[in-house]
């Protein structure tokens, strides 16, 4: 019996020639990424041990990004400490405030993403990566320590679930739809600690930016990883991007690899579709719910704060006025200074939008927009669990940034499509 991407990256990591579901191995770790809210305590847990290393100083992504810049005196304390620790081990890719940004978005675009590669990181979001044909998932701050200092890690091998997208996207729809669809049929734990493997012809047409955005909602659906193959695409934009070492391997599932569940979504039929409070497998259809008033519109994240996002939010809103409190975000500096270069900031401006510096603020109620009792939110970030953007009484509605950004000139839920 052949073996899913996910095994054959596993059997690699741990010096296997095969593996299978519930194999445990211990695996080489590639590339570690920390950030301002789990990598002190890591730290702190290396010193009370006397454990004073890090096993490779360029397999190591450090950002703040979660309080940055820091909005109070504990989260400038967590910067102030991982600033130091970064700087006494010699880390080499350390991105501090000015070239700091949203983990996820910053790794990639920096060029710290190879296929074939197992990547950990101290973020449950850490998944996005697999966009990359990469094993990625998040850890906690225990896991993270013991990878900072040893470069290896325990894995139980996931059993792998294949979602395969067919059909072309109609006008108004994402893949951001594509994602909630499919955590909608299967629910927050449907792919609990398993592998989300996406193929078909409809990942052909997405750009990598749009693969992303797929992967990084695996955790969303109880997801060890999200996981889509590698292709031209791929290549294109990994090319004169990789940072360090330049080859990397490409690993494919085999045709008789093992699935514990099969689906297919047939993209052209789908509608754009917001995720209702408080769970993000409660999808609606637009046609359902369009008109329910909104008082806040937030475009950024991790899941959608990169140019391709802000391109779209900017050709619905030129020309027009928003009717609630609209925050955009993009995601990482370069991200910033291309969408200021290409004219967005000026869209953005003339509708009334307040833009802000990279950040993962909002998205996790931490500042820069967050809620009060009773507000709802149109957003384009991953999670709309109680109290997720600010006070456990407000509402949290997931969409595209189309379906925001139309929602944010109407002042409530709005179709998108009726603009593009």
């Known amino acids: 019996m052949g073996m899913t991407i996910t095994e054959k990256i596993f059997a690699r990591a741990g010096g296997k020639n095969t593996v299978r579901p519930g194999d445990l191995v211990n695996a080489k770790i590639d590339m570690v ?7 002190p305590p890591a730290i702190s847990m290396l010193k009370e041990h006397d454990i004073d290393r890090v096993f490779d100083t360029e397999k190591i992504a450090v950002t703040p990004d979660h309080f940055q810049p820091p909005k109070d005196i504990k989260s400038a304390e967590l910067h102030k400490r991982l600033d130091a620790w970064a700087k006494d081990k010699g880390i080499k890719y350390y991105y501090p405030l000015g070239k700091a940004g949203v983990c996820h ?5 920096q060029g710290h993403i190879r296929p074939g590669e197992v990547i950990v990181g101290g973020d449950s979001h850490t998944c996005t990566y697999g966009a990359f044909a990469a094993f990625s998932t998040g850890i906690g701050s225990t896991d993270l320590a013991a990878s900072i200092a040893t470069g290896q890690l325990w894995f139980k091998v996931p059993a792998s679930m294949k979602f ?20 909608r049929r299967i629910g927050t734990d449907g792919a609990l600690y398993r592998a989300m493997e996406f193929v078909g012809p409809t990942i052909k047409t997405l750009s990598m930016e749009a693969r992303m955005t797929i992967t990084n909602m695996a955790i969303e659906a109880g997801g060890k990883n999200g996981i889509i193959g590698f292709d031209e695409i791929t290549k294109e934009y990994l090319d004169g991007r990789l940072k360090g070492k330049q080859d990397y391997t490409v690993y494919e599932s085999d045709a008789d690899a093992s699935y514990i569940h099969s689906d297919t979504v047939d993209c052209s039929t789908l509608e754009p579709l917001v995720a209702f409070p408080h769970l993000p497998s409660n999808g609606k259809v637009i046609g359902e719910c369009a008109g329910l008033a909104m008082d806040q519109c937030y475009i950024g994240s ?10 779209v939010v900017a050709g619905i809103l030129k020309g027009r006025q928003v009717k609630i409190r609209t925050i955009v975000v993009p995601a990482t500096p370069e991200i910033w200074k291309q969408a200021m270069n290409e004219g967005l900031f000026d869209i953005f401006y003339e509708a009334g939008c307040v833009i802000s510096a990279p950040t993962c603020g909002a998205c996790l109620g931490g500042f820069m927009g967050i809620l009060a009792a009773g507000e709802k939110c149109i957003s384009t970030t991953n999670r709309n669990f109680v109290g997720r953007m600010g006070s456990p009484k407000s509402e949290v509605y997931l969409a595209s940034p189309a379906t925001a950004a139309a929602s944010a000139v109407e002042g409530k839920l709005a179709d998108p499509r009726k603009y593009l």
């Not at 978005?105 to 675009?109: C, G, K």
């Open 33 to 39: 990424m920390c950030h301002d809210v789990t990598t």
């Open 105 to 109: 978005a910053l790794l990639p675009e």
């Open 164 to 183: 395969t997208l067919t059909g072309k996207l109609r006008t108004g729809v994402y893949s951001k739809d594509i994602i909630l669809e499919v955590i």
């Open 302 to 311: 991790c899941t959608n704060g990169r140019i391709e996002d802000l391109r």
